[in-house]
């Protein structure tokens, strides 16, 4: 029962054009959201986290969006740069009580061309 | 500064053998977690560990699995009696709390499982 969900295995995107990543989760107990950035053979890396009490958090070139009513949050990032190839994770946290403890979504491979 | 550092970056081993993975975390955080992911998934949550206790092992798949932080630093992953289906990529993660605010996780780099 997967509690995360990311449909799309893999997205291509030219540089400089925007890449939307979608991510769809069932526990309505979570309260707050993260993306992390994988690279092979390197743990994930923190990229960006929303709020439940959010619907927008923006970081430079990165923007997540929330919608807790349809339970779907997405990544954007733009202008897209090669160096942005890599293993996207959407994940989420029911919160401090609960350790933060994190799922995941199975990823999302970007492959971001020149 | 150093981040999570892992050891080691790859074990083989054969079905039935013992093994250790091991965790350094981020000096001063008193969070520590445990993840695995499997080929073509996310991490999966394994045990949170605050201070030197397991405040949440419900992820910890049978009782062949066990973690261990006994100083409140550096954590052993041990799984007894190996089977193929243990193959995968354990990854650490540390944050300087795991209560109060949401503290972002620091991952290493994990230990790749080979288990013929």
């Known amino acids: 029962d997967q509690q995360v969900k990311q449909n799309s295995p893999s997205l291509s995107v030219q540089e400089g054009r925007i890449s939307i990543l979608n991510c769809d989760y069932t526990?309505?107990?979570?309260?707050?959201f993260l993306w992390y950035k994988k690279y092979p053979a390197e743990g994930p890396t923190f990229l960006i986290s929303?709020?439940?009490?959010?619907d927008k958090n923006e970081d430079g070139r990165f923007t997540v969006f929330l919608n807790k009513s349809a339970k779907h949050l997405s990544l954007h990032i733009v202008p897209s740069q090669p160096g942005d190839s890599a293993v996207y994770f959407c994940a989420a946290s029911e919160g401090r009580e609960y350790g933060n403890k994190l799922v995941f979504g199975a990823g999302t491979i970007l492959r971001v061309k020149s | 500064g150093a981040g999570v550092s892992q050891t080691p970056s790859n074990k083989v081993t054969e079905k039935g053998k013992y093994v250790e993975l091991r965790c350094d975390p981020i000096s001063g955080h008193t969070a520590l977690y445990w993840y695995r992911q499997s080929l073509g998934q996310g991490p999966e949550f394994l045990i949170y560990f605050q201070g030197t206790g397991a405040a949440d092992d419900s992820g910890l798949p049978n009782d062949r699995f066990f973690a261990v932080r006994p100083e409140g630093s550096v954590s052993t992953l041990k799984i007894q009696r190996t089977e193929r289906g243990d193959s995968a990529v354990y990854l650490c993660a540390s944050s300087l709390s795991g209560t109060g605010i949401y503290n972002e996780q620091f991952f290493g780099p994990g230990t790749r499982l080979t288990v013929l």
């Open positions: 929303i709020s439940s009490i959010k």
């Open positions: 526990n309505s107990m979570f309260d707050y």
